[in-house]
């Protein structure tokens, strides 16, 4: 029983001890199903303005292909813009004020009858 109490001890600390690995609230997989090709994927505090974007593609997002978009501690909020700028095209999708906390994933669609670009958040 000594032992069995001492390893439950041991453990316990050893969570403690461990750094969190929890996911922040904030990352999120973006699935392109839009039938495009996506360049630029950028997300950006609605406080930052319009024109301070990063690119967080390492390469051109395919259709049916997915990212997983991870934020950093220093990024504040659940709120962000989000931008899409197509490869063969020079237009821009934008969405202002998405709680990225709310989701972990967001199906980008496009609709051909509307022209309209719009996500599904999972």
């Not at 904030?26 to 024109?51: C, W």
């Not at 700028?85 to 004020?97: A, F």
Request: charge should be negative.
């Amino acid at each position: 029983m000594k032992y069995l109490y001492s390893a439950l001890v041991a453990v316990g600390l050893a969570m403690f001890a461990a750094p969190s690995i929890a996911a922040d609230a904030r990352n999120v997989t973006v699935v392109n199903e839009t039938g495009y090709a996506i360049k630029f994927l950028g997300f950006n505090a609605p406080d930052d303005g319009l024109d301070e974007w990063d690119n967080e593609l390492e390469k051109v997002l395919q259709n049916t292909a997915s990212t997983y978009v991870e934020f950093d501690d220093d990024d504040d909020g659940c709120v962000w813009n989000i931008r899409v700028d197509w490869q063969d095209y020079n237009e821009s999708v934008l969405w202002k004020n998405v709680n990225l906390c709310k989701f972990t994933a967001l199906r980008l669609r496009y609709d051909h009858g509307t022209k309209t670009t719009s996500f599904v958040a999972e």
